[in-house]
């Protein structure tokens, strides 16, 4: 009788998915959807100055903080990165995603270049970065409209900033063209995956090769 085989578990350190994009380009749709079939990921949820959007919820979305409390916070080194957007001020706080990282958790973020551009300088090594393209101006404007939780001054901002965001393309490790939201995701997907098995977050692999090593030199000697 041929013996049942044994399941290898291979303990890893869990990465930072960040997904960047302009407004409207959609990656919180993608993020979103991102946790449902991977419930397992952390979110990481960012403290902000902005106000409340009536879809929104606290805790859930963002932590809602007054610019006073974030000051408190930024100077304490208790975020690891902030950033202004639009005129307000968003940060991500360190203890959480430290800790998910180290019980072998991803983390995911979805966050501006700004942003990205700071959690670089701290854990690059930790960081799959993912900038999500818009298929069009045309298209990018029309989301914006679409999604009726902005003025249309602060549409026209967006969009002259899109130019300064999208600039930034060249500092991620991927782009993709969300042109249709379901091969993206299928794409981002499948980024996740090839991350998780990147040889250097493969923290079990050490003694399973010691175990190779010796088996082996037992059958040869």
Do not use: C
């Not at 979305?61 to 902030?82: C, G």
């Not at 902005?150 to 930034?168: F, M």
């Amino acid at each position: 009788m041929i013996p049942a085989r044994t399941e290898i578990s291979i303990a890893r350190r869990g990465l930072m998915l960040v997904l960047s994009s302009p407004s409207g380009a959609g990656k919180s749709t993608l993020a979103r959807l991102l946790l449902e079939k991977h419930p397992e990921i952390h979110l990481s949820v960012s403290v902000t100055t902005r106000e409340r959007r009536p879809s929104e919820v606290e805790g859930i979305h963002y932590h809602f903080v007054s610019r006073d409390r974030f000051e408190r916070l930024r100077d304490t080194n208790d975020l690891l990165e902030s950033a202004e957007v639009h005129g307000n001020f968003y940060g991500t706080p360190r203890e959480p995603v430290e800790a998910a990282l180290a019980a072998g958790r991803d983390v995911l973020f979805d966050i501006d270049y700004q942003g990205t551009l700071q959690l670089y300088e701290k854990m690059r090594s930790d960081i799959v970065g993912v900038f999500i393209l818009p298929p069009s101006a045309t298209e990018l404007k029309q989301r914006l409209e679409r999604r009726a939780e902005d003025a249309s001054g602060v549409i026209e901002k967006r969009l002259k900033n899109a130019r300064t965001e999208i600039a930034h393309w060249t500092e991620y490790d991927y782009v993709l063209v969300n042109q249709d939201l379901d091969r993206t995701f299928t794409s981002l997907r499948n980024i996740l995956a090839s991350e998780r098995l990147r040889r250097e977050r493969q923290l079990g692999l050490p003694p399973i090769i010691e175990r190779l090593d010796e088996e082996l030199a037992g059958l040869t000697d």
